[in-house]
């Protein structure tokens, strides 16, 4: 039972230690992707190297951040001719930077995301600036983000991001 005890507690002092430093700041989550976009993703026939691009999502998804980004960018090699794929792996090395705090290089590559023509998952665009938006607040870069809500705001049509963007703006004010 002690084993268990020390371990744990030593993770709680962890987060409280790192919790004080801006205890004021909020913690926003970033858009996530479901089981269905990947599968639908990895169905898509003009996918170079369907393997590499499925390792390079779980390699995000285990948090082998550096791994991630890595093969995300052999993604974009073998596949650059696929504007889809091009902006999809821009749009998860973003995730993945944003996930290791380096937020400045988190905007950057969720701007780069509305360059490019992702086909039916264009909605992708407005998740990449709801993304940058969360990063710009890490940042303390409080009119980019209010900026960038909004533009979530006005250009959801669905509504599923834009509900995100007014529940985040709410908890900010």
């Known amino acids: 039972m002690k084993n268990k005890i ?11 230690s790192t ?4 205890s004021n700041k909020k913690i926003f989550l970033l858009a996530e992707e479901d089981k269905l976009f990947w599968d639908a993703l990895l169905n898509e026939k003009s996918v ?3 393997n ?21 960018q052999e993604c974009i090699k073998t596949n650059s001719t696929n504007s ?20 400045a290089d988190a905007v950057t590559q969720f701007s780069v995301v509305d360059n490019h023509d992702l086909a039916k998952y264009n909605y992708l ?5 709801l993304n940058a938006a969360i990063s710009y607040y890490q940042l303390g870069n409080n009119e980019k983000f209010r900026e960038n809500l909004q533009k979530v705001i006005s250009s959801d049509i669905t509504g599923d991001y834009k509900k995100q963007a007014l529940d985040i703006l709410s908890r900010v004010q």
């Open 6 to 16: 020390i371990p744990a507690l030593i993770i709680m002092l962890i987060i409280i």
């Open 19 to 22: 919790a004080g430093s801006d």
């Open 48 to 50: 170079n190297n369907k």
């Open 52 to 72: 590499l691009l499925y390792a390079s999502y779980i390699a995000y998804k285990d948090r082998l951040n550096d791994l991630s980004i890595e093969t995300f």
């Open 84 to 103: 889809m794929i091009v902006g999809i792996s821009n749009y998860y090395i973003g995730k993945n930077y944003f996930q290791i705090g380096k937020f």
């Open 125 to 129: 665009k407005i998740a990449a600036t």
